[in-house]
């Protein structure tokens, strides 16, 4: 038997960054359903939490995972949920692009009050902002 433990935080954003799930409510309905979608294709989906217009996902790969693999079974099956139960006025999708980086043992207590405190994080600080932040941080080059 195989064991890992790799930790991902993976941002993903709604197409164009339009604000869909524009309500608290949408989103816990949003981010349970994510949530229970992982645990039945066994993806481990320690937290998951976000706003208006993108979504942060701490993830653990299995040793036969792929982050791009997950990221298409998260992202496209919600886009179909939502969709198929009409929560959004307007068709919904997620932007192709995301953002995934790893994350040690060490941070995983910073990571998952991180991705916890959405609500309050972006109540100061916009996605564009934040968007910045990460690649700057983690020297993405763009």
Avoid at 93 to 120: G, T
């Amino acid at each position: 038997m195989s064991f890992t433990k790799i930790y991902i935080h993976l941002v993903f954003s709604t197409k164009n960054r339009i604000p869909y799930l524009n309500t608290f409510d949408l989103r816990i309905k949003v981010w349970k359903h994510i949530k229970e979608y992982a645990t039945e294709k066994e993806i481990f989906l320690d937290m998951i939490n976000g706003y208006s217009d993108h979504c942060h996902c701490l993830i653990s790969l299995g040793s036969n995972q792929n982050i791009e693999k997950v990221v298409q079974l998260l992202k496209g099956e919600s886009s179909y949920w939502i969709n198929k139960n009409r929560l959004t006025k307007d068709k919904f999708s997620w932007q192709d692009e995301y953002f995934a980086v790893s994350v040690s043992e060490s941070k995983l207590d910073s990571v998952r009050s991180y991705i916890k405190n959405q609500e309050k994080h972006h109540q100061k600080k916009s996605f564009m902002d934040e968007y910045q932040e990460f690649i700057e941080k983690y020297n993405f080059k763009i």
